[in-house]
């Protein structure tokens, strides 16, 4: 008689999870590459900005409903109602944004912020602006914020995981939309 016991489970599940998170780590590695190759294209698509904050926010909310902390939208000032630019990489870029913020906040809340700037002779732009009660980073860790595979310290990537890619495409990502 087979029955699924609980430690057999509990091994489908990690094989699941570690699953999941082989794919991820490839799929930043081949985005990265992509994009450092010149070969990511990106499209222009009219879209809703609004659309898009709150399909992030609704994807990102099991995470943060998981860690008992809030997960708050805000429109500061006028939004369009529509933008031109590609809804896919945008999308990344505010889940790997509030996916960070959610991973690095233990307790109190997560708010993404949106805003249009306009600056006299330039083109308006939205901005997108994460803001959490997480841990904080000192200012050496700032300087290697950006840097491809590169976390805080051991310590960050072995309490919290990670590759150290998230940031370095939705950067490079936000300069090519």
């Avoid at 399909?55 to 006028?78: C, H, N, V, W, Y």
């Avoid at 990344?92 to 991973?103: D, E, S, T």
């Avoid at 290697?144 to 976390?151: N, W």
């Amino acid at each position: 008689e087979c029955r699924d016991s609980p430690s057999a489970v509990q091994g489908i599940d990690t094989i699941q999870r570690n699953g999941n998170h082989l794919l991820e780590i490839i799929n930043d590695i081949l985005d990265l590459s992509k994009i450092e190759s010149g070969k990511l294209e990106v499209e222009r698509i009219s879209c809703s900005p609004v659309q898009l904050v709150c399909e992030a926010t609704s994807l990102m909310q099991i995470r943060a409903d998981g860690k008992g902390i809030s997960l708050k939208t805000e429109f500061k000032g006028p939004i369009p109602q529509r933008i031109q630019t590609d809804p896919t990489r945008l999308r990344q870029i505010l889940l790997n944004l509030l996916g960070n913020a959610i991973k690095f906040t233990e307790v109190g809340s997560v708010r993404l912020v949106t805003e249009l700037e306009q600056v006299a002779d330039e083109e308006p732009r939205l901005r997108f602006s994460v803001y959490d009660s997480g841990i904080g980073m000192t200012p050496e860790q700032l300087q290697k914020l950006f840097q491809p595979f590169t976390q805080a310290d051991t310590s960050t990537t072995r309490k919290f995981g990670g590759t150290g890619l998230g940031l370095t495409i939705s950067r490079r990502l936000a300069a090519l939309l």
